[in-house]
């Protein structure tokens, strides 16, 4: 004849235990509007809400068809934001992420799967806001022609411990816009070229002109082909001076 036992107290109160803990788990809420926000390639992966104490948040991604990945700082983190920006290394790639609901520092791993929510795909290369530049106006003798010396903005990417600028990344694909207007006047010309020193000629002599500028590459979507608009700088409006030959005796 079988003979049954009945599981001691303590091993009941155990296995008790361990499945109320998974049954919790399985209830960790998962992460809402998970959102990539990036410029100049810093690239930070947001969402909600903010975690209980109950459970933390591991963010995992990976290049379209390849093993995901974990970044060290975004492991059981009570934040709602992972920066990204030194991990997606190859900018043209594309990338998605999932966010996973787990139990918070210190407490045991007692599933193999999560509730986690996934993002849209992301592509540096062509999603990333460019930032407006920063730029000086130099005006020529005659007044009649200004020249705006961009400097190309830095990015969040690094190739061998360089810091590259937006020319590094985008080479001759990236142009500079340059819209100016009369001060004081609400029409606007535009004038795009390649070069860092953007010339503006044609200006009337004496007047003062208002410049903003920022990045454009065409091989980007169209929503995305140009960079946001720099801060306002304007010439200063002068009068020429009146030369008068003078007869030494």
Request: proline share 7%; aromatic share 10%.
């Amino acid at each position: 004849m079988r003979t049954h036992t009945r599981p001691s107290p303590v091993f009941a109160a155990v296995l008790l235990l361990v499945r109320l803990s998974a049954t919790f788990a399985t209830d960790f809420p998962p992460a809402q509007n998970i959102t990539w926000k990036s410029t100049n390639f810093k690239t930070v992966l947001t969402w909600g809400p903010e975690p209980t104490t109950e459970y933390s948040y591991t963010v995992e991604f990976s290049q379209l068809g390849r093993e995901r990945q974990r970044n060290p700082h975004c492991i059981r983190s009570s934040r709602t934001q992972c920066d990204l920006s030194s991990s997606l290394t190859d900018l043209r790639a594309c990338y998605t992420a999932d966010v996973l609901s787990v139990p918070p520092e210190g407490q045991a791993l007692e599933l193999k799967e999560y509730p986690f929510s996934s993002s849209l795909r992301f592509c540096p290369y062509t999603q990333t806001l460019l930032l407006g530049p920063s730029f000086k106006l130099v005006v020529s003798p005659d007044q009649k022609m200004t020249t705006v010396h961009v400097s190309d903005p830095l990015t969040a990417a690094f190739k061998d411990g360089n810091q590259l600028s937006i020319r590094d990344v985008f080479g001759e694909e990236l142009e500079y816009r340059v819209t100016y207007r009369r001060n004081k006047s609400t029409g606007k010309k535009v004038v795009t070229s390649k070069l860092n020193e953007v010339e503006v000629p044609g200006l009337d002599a004496g007047e003062s002109y208002c410049f903003q500028v920022q990045a454009l590459v065409r091989s980007r979507p169209t929503t995305s082909q140009l960079g946001e608009l720099s801060q306002t700088q304007c010439t200063t409006s002068r009068t020429l001076p009146s030369w008068t030959s003078t007869r030494w005796v």
